[in-house]
């Protein structure tokens, strides 16, 4: 593994454009469980794939509600760890850095990524069925009703987290991002994602069909495996740190333009 890191550390101090594909293993030595891991307690009898839609909600908004609420109670117990940490370093390290993340926790920039692409938005944000959007829990408080109502003057409709759910359509804007990003990259490292969700999944293709370098962290190999030119295997709170330590040894393609401007 040291020669394989030490390897993947070449490649990105040479790397102008880098891409940080991360999914719901980046979050779980902070103590979130993975999308795919059965759930705790309570919730062990629900499917997230259903919960996790317009149509599990509209069936029961207050089950839906108060899962988003169990599930924001692990959120804000949690804070981001080394590979986050590590993450962050290389936004310093490299010219041009943008993590692209399927996870709502906010905890990439908790851990001071600048950059951030929101695939599938924040657990940390509310809207209503109407698309009133910009809500935090704290606009809600002191609403007895369960979901809370919009605030906005002559709205009430339905409160819901401001994350996109199975069969809703990604914000076209972030997407267009996240897109682009990919299209543009010379190196994608891809952290935590089992690559079945789409259509975060196809944005690494993008990068593949590039021949940008694509290095994958990830103790299990994934549907992206195949894609990557380097695979670390191991967790993210471990390879990273020690990926970003290599990194910042030595010479990049970026630290010089950076002080230049
Ligand atoms: C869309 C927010 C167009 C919510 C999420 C049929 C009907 C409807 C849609 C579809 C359909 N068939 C396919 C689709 C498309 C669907 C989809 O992809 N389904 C999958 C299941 C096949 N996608 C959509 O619906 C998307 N919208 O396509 O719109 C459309 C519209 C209508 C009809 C068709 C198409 C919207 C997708 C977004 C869904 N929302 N999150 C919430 O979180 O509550 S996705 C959610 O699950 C997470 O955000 C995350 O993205 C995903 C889980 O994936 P991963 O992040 O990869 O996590 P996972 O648990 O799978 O894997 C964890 C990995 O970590 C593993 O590999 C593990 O080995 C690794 N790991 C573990 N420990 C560590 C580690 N790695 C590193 N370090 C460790 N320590």
Redesign the pocket.
């Known amino acids: 593994m040291d020669d394989l890191i030490a390897r993947a550390a070449d490649v990105l101090r040479q790397t102008k454009r880098l891409v940080v594909l991360t ?4 979050s ?2 902070s103590g979130i469980p ?4 059965a759930q705790e307690g309570l919730w062990a009898r629900y499917d ?2 259903k919960l ?1 839609t317009r149509e599990g909600f509209l069936a029961d908004p207050k089950l839906v509600w108060e899962w ?1 609420q169990y ?1 924001f109670g692990l959120v804000a117990a949690c804070k981001p760890h080394a ?1 986050h940490y590590a993450v962050a370093e290389l936004e310093r390290l490299l010219p041009h850095v943008v993590v692209v993340t ?3 926790d906010g905890l990439h920039l908790a851990a001071g990524s600048r950059d951030v692409v929101e ?3 924040s657990i940390h944000r509310y809207k209503c069925l109407y698309g009133h959007r910009g809500y935090t829990l704290a606009d809600l408080a002191g609403q007895t009703e369960v979901p809370p109502r919009c605030p906005r003057p002559g709205c009430h409709g339905l409160m819901r ?1 401001d ?8 914000d076209q804007e972030v997407l267009g991002r996240a897109t682009a990003e990919s299209q543009a990259c010379d190196a994608m490292l891809i ?11 196809g944005l690494p293709y993008y990068a593949w069909r590039r021949r940008a370098a694509i290095i994958e ?4 190999p ?1 549907e992206l495996t195949d894609l990557a030119e380097i695979y670390l295997q191991g ?3 471990e390879v990273l740190p020690r990926l970003a330590a290599l990194v910042a040894q030595g010479p990049t393609a970026g630290r010089e333009e950076k002080k230049g401007n």
């Open positions: 999914g719901a293993g980046m779980k030595e993975t999308f795919r891991e997230p794939m996790a988003y599930r590979g399927q996870n709502i695939l599938h938005g987290p994350v996109v759910w199975f069969g809703e359509f990604l952290v935590g994602t089992s690559g079945v969700v789409q259509p975060a999944a962290v990830n103790p299990v994934s967790p993210a709170g």
